[in-house]
C-alpha cells in the first residue's frame, strides 16, 4: 500500500563503513545517531555489524527498545524526571545541569550502576550547555565528588540551532576548557566530542583538531553529506531512504485560484503566480506524513504545494497515469516527519 518510505540498508551499511573507517583512521570514535529514523531495529541490525562505535539517540524510549551490543548514548540533555531510565537504559549521557547529574547519581547510586556523562559546553551556537565564558569549576568539583557519577569527557554541539560552523578558531574554546579542567584537577578527561555532521569538512582538510576523539554523526550517514555547507559526500548515498506515493489525480488546470481568495487550510495566506494553464497531478501523500518542502522531485516534476493529505505536483515532463506512483529523495527533516508518522509503510530492500 502506498504512501512507502523505501529503506536500503546496504547503501546505510555503505555510509557508515566509508565515514567510520575515515573517522578511525584519524584516530576519532563514532557515535552513529539515530533519532531521524527512530532507532528503527532493521536500520540497528545493520549499524551492529559495521565498526561504529556507539549507539547515540535524544530520545530514551529509543535507547530502551535498541537491541545491541554497542554502547547506548543519551543525546538530548536528560529530563529531571527520567533520571531513573537514563541510568537504565543508557551507558553515557550528555549533560549540562548539576541537578540533573546529581539526580542521576543517586538512581545510579540505587541501582549499583557507574553512569558516565559527558559534560557539555556551549560555544557560541546557543543550545545546549554550559556557557563556555561562565565560571564551571565548582561544577566539575561538584561532579568529581559524587561517587556513581564518571566525568568521562566533556563535548559541544554547533550549527544545530544558531548556524555556527566549527572553525579551529570555535574549537580552541573547547581546548581551553579541556586543559583547564585536566590541570586543575589533575585528571584525563577520556573522551572529547567535538561534534556532528557539520565537522566533517574540517576532517576531510585534515583540520579538525587532534585533541578531539569523538564525533557523533547521523545526517551524514542517512543523507551522505556534511551539514556545515550541506555538500554531498563523493562516494557517499543520499538515497537511503526516499518516498513514493501514488497519483490519484491529472488534470489541465490555471496555475491561479479564482474567487476572492482567503486563507489556505493552515490559515496562511498563499501567493500565487500566473504560469497560465499547466499539467497537475494530486499524489497521496500530505503534511500528516510529511511537509511537501522536504521531498525533492524527480526531473520532470515541480511541487506546487500540499495540505494534509494531498501533495499537488506540476507535471513538466513525462507520461503519467492515474495509479502510477512517484518516488522522492528526502531531506533531513523529511525522513524525520515520514519515520515519525504512523501513516508511512516501510520497505527494507538489501
Ligand atoms: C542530533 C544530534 C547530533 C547529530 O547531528 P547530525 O547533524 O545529524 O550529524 C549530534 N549531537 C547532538 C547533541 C544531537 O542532538
Not at 142 to 159: Q, V
Not at 262 to 282: H, L, N, S
Request: hydrophobic share 40%; glycine share 6%.
Amino acid at each position: 500500500m502506498l504512501p512507502k518510505i523505501h529503506i536500503h540498508l546496504k547503501k546505510y551499511q555503505e555510509n557508515i563503513n566509508y565515514l567510520t573507517h575515515l573517522a578511525h583512521m584519524y584516530g576519532l570514535s563514532v557515535m552513529v545517531v539515530s533519532k531521524v529514523f527512530c532507532a528503527d531495529q532493521e536500520l540497528i541490525n545493520v549499524i551492529n555489524l559495521t565498526q561504529v562505535d556507539m549507539i547515540a539517540d535524544s530520545k530514551i524510549r529509543n535507547l530502551e527498545k535498541i537491541n545491541t551490543l554497542k554502547p547506548k548514548v543519551l543525546l538530548r540533555i536528560p529530563q529531571l524526571s527520567e533520571a531513573l531510565d537514563v541510568v537504565k537504559y543508557s551507558d553515557i549521557s550528555l549533560n549540562s545541569e548539576l541537578d540533573v547529574i546529581k539526580e542521576l547519581n543517586e538512581k545510579a547510586k540505587f541501582m549499583f550502576k557507574k553512569h558516565k556523562i559527558i559534560l557539555m559546553f556551549d560555544l557560541g551556537d546557543l543550545r545546549e550547555g554550559i556557557y563556555y565564558k561562565d565560571h564551571y569549576q565548582h561544577i566539575i568539583e561538584d561532579i568529581l565528588s559524587l561517587e556513581y557519577i564518571e566525568l568521562y569527557g566533556i563535548g559541544t554541539n554547533l550549527t544545530c540551532y544558531g548556524g555556527v560552523i566549527p572553525t579551529v578558531e570555535t574549537l580552541d574554546k573547547l581546548r581551553h576548557i579541556k586543559e583547564n579542567i585536566e590541570n586543575a584537577f589533575n585528571i584525563k578527561l577520556d573522551m572529547i566530542s567535538g561534534g556532528n555532521s557539520s565537522a566533517l569538512p574540517m576532517l576531510f582538510k585534515e583540520e579538525l583538531p587532534k585533541f578531539i576523539t569523538n564525533l557523533r554523526m547521523g545526517e551524514a550517514f542517512v543523507l551522505g553529506r556534511e551539514t556545515a555547507y550541506g555538500t554531498l559526500i563523493p562516494s557517499m548515498h543520499d538515497d537511503v531512504f526516499t518516498c513514493e506515493a501514488e497519483v490519484i489525480e491529472i488534470k489541465d488546470k490555471p496555475s491561479l485560484p479564482e474567487g476572492e481568495l482567503g486563507m489556505d487550510a493552515f490559515g496562511q495566506k498563499v501567493q500565487f503566480e500566473d504560469k497560465g494553464m499547466m499539467k497537475r497531478a494530486i499524489l497521496g501523500i500530505g503534511r500528516q506524513e510529511v511537509d511537501c518542502k522536504h521531498l525533492i522531485p524527480p526531473e520532470g516534476i515541480e511541487i506546487i504545494g500540499c495540505s494534509s493529505d494531498h501533495l499537488i505536483v506540476s507535471i513538466i515532463k513525462g507520461n503519467y497515469h492515474i495509479g502510477d506512483s512517484i518516488t522522492f529523495k528526502l531531506t533531513y527533516g523529511g525522513i524525520l516527519s515520514l519515520m515519525t508518522s504512523p501513516y508511512m509503510k516501510r520497505v527494507y530492500h538489501e
